[in-house]
């Protein structure tokens, strides 16, 4: 199932790093995987692709909470 919802901030983990901080994703895209419409920027890494970020266990509550 696909949808895509509005403007999200969600709760993001850098695996670079392992900085946790809340992030504007922009529209969010609900497929196979997620995707976000915004780039991702660390404060310490710079630009962080989505495949090098995790969502905290809050920020699982909130696309869940967004999703469902
Ligand atoms: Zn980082």
């Given at each position: 199932m696909k949808g895509v919802i509005k403007l999200a901030i969600l709760n993001l983990k850098?695996?670079?790093c392992g900085k946790i901080f809340?992030?504007?994703v922009g529209k969010i895209t609900f497929g196979n995987?997620?995707?976000?419409?915004?780039?991702?920027?660390?404060?310490?890494c710079g630009l962080?692709?989505?495949?090098d970020l995790e969502l905290t266990e809050?920020?699982?509550t909130q696309v869940?909470?967004?999703y469902f």
């Open positions: 850098c695996k670079g809340d992030f504007n995987k997620l995707s976000f419409e915004n780039e991702i920027f660390c404060q310490k962080v692709e989505i495949e809050l920020g699982q869940a909470e967004l």
